[in-house]
Nanobody, 124 residues
Framework: QVQLVESGGGSVQAGESLRLSCEVS????????MAWFRQRPGKEREKVVS???????NAADSVKGRFTVSRDNAKNTLSLQMNSLRPEDTAMYYC??????????????????WGQGTQVTVSS
């Protein structure tokens, strides 16, 4: 059984950084498309960034140049480095895993496994 557990959320000021981690158990993370999603208050869940075959990534325009996704195969973890945080980045952040492909899909429905989420709050 695949389980995903996020950590690293918190409250920061605008311009600061946070690093989220997603620990994967029950299977090798490199066998999946891995992604970070977020859900802001009153909004639908949206993909932030994903990591597919051979390290191919795609990211939402709103986070390009600020957020970086990486995978540690030895630790079977996925990380999200978030720099230059903005108040609009405030959301619950979720780690997700789905069928492996070059370019990971955008819809949340394409992902099979989900973590419980970690809250990120950015104040101005």
């Amino acid at each position: 059984q695949v389980q995903l557990v996020e950590s690293g959320g918190g409250s920061v000021q605008a311009g600061e950084s946070l690093r989220l981690s997603c620990e994967v158990s029950g299977h090798t993370s490199s066998s999946f498309c891995m992604a970070w999603f977020r859900q802001r208050p009153g909004k639908e869940r949206e993909k932030v960034v994903s990591l597919g075959t051979n390290g191919l990534t795609n990211a939402a325009d709103s986070v390009k140049g600020r957020f970086t996704v990486s995978r540690d195969n030895a630790k079977n973890t996925l990380s999200l480095q978030m720099n230059s945080l903005r108040p609009e980045d405030t959301a619950m952040y979720y780690c997700a895993a789905g069928p492996l492909m070059n370019w990971c899909p955008w819809p949340p429905t394409s992902y099979v496994y989900w973590g419980q989420g970690t809250q990120v709050t950015v104040s101005s």
